[in-house]
């Protein structure tokens, strides 16, 4: 399986060894499917048992309203997981829809795998426990990031306050960020008429420069 480079970047693999997988995936018994562009990995309403550790390509995680309007919520590129926010829930069905932004190919695993005592009371299979609790860390403060964003009353604040916390994350004032202009309206439940204008008047106020996804904060 040539995903084991891909998996030893991954969260939730941390602290295991590229040999070690081979036992801990004969207790768990990962599936691995591969899905084109725009088609959905998981729906809203979808029961979901399993959580999935991106191999190849990338996803968005979208909510839909009944009327097909878009809000995206992020993107995760290889090695990330979707779907772990269920990991503890009784109720298991979706609330947002996961699509393949390209060709993708990902690999399974059930939650009962995971809980699950090893057979072989492994360590590393403790492990894995242990690092999804910190991704589920992680995940809520991504979503804190994002009421912030939402949080602001203009678009411009808005803008900035994603724009700010992707030049904190990379640690850069010279960024790209994983959005399209589209993307990025309905990442920030805006117009993107009104967000290109927004960023055209931030360019011309010497406050950002951009090129498509390439931003620097001046």
């Known amino acids: 399986m040539d995903e084991y480079s891909i998996l030893s970047e991954s969260v939730l693999f941390q602290g295991i060894q590229e040999a070690e997988y081979k036992i801990l995936f004969q207790c768990m018994k990962p599936v691995i499917k591969q899905y084109e562009k725009d088609e959905y990995i998981i729906r809203v309403s979808q029961s979901v048992t399993s959580l999935g ?3 190849s390509g990338n996803v968005t995680v979208i909510q839909e309203d009944y009327w097909g309007n878009r809000t995206i919520l992020t993107r995760i590129e290889a090695g990330g997981l979707f779907a772990e926010s269920f990991f503890c829930l009784f ?8 699509v393949a932004s390209q060709k993708v190919k990902v690999l399974f695993l ?10 072989q009371a492994c360590g590393f299979h403790q492990r894995l426990i242990q690092n999804m609790m ?11 990031g994002k009421v912030e964003h939402m949080g602001k009353r203009t678009i411009r604040e808005k803008v900035l306050s994603y724009l700010s916390m992707q030049s904190q994350l990379q640690n850069n004032s010279q960024f790209e960020i994983p959005y399209n202009r589209q993307e990025l309206a309905d990442y920030l439940s805006v117009d993107r008429s009104a967000l290109s204008n927004e960023l055209g008047k931030l360019k011309n106020e010497n406050i950002i420069k951009f090129h498509k996804n390439q931003f620097k904060l001046l």
Do not use: D, G, Y
């Open 91 to 98: 109720n298991n069905r979706s609330p947002v829809s996961v």
């Open 110 to 119: 059930t939650f009962n795998s995971i809980l699950a005592s090893c057979e």
């Open 134 to 144: 910190m991704i589920l860390a992680q995940k809520n403060q991504m979503l804190t």
């Open 53 to 55: 550790v991106i191999l």
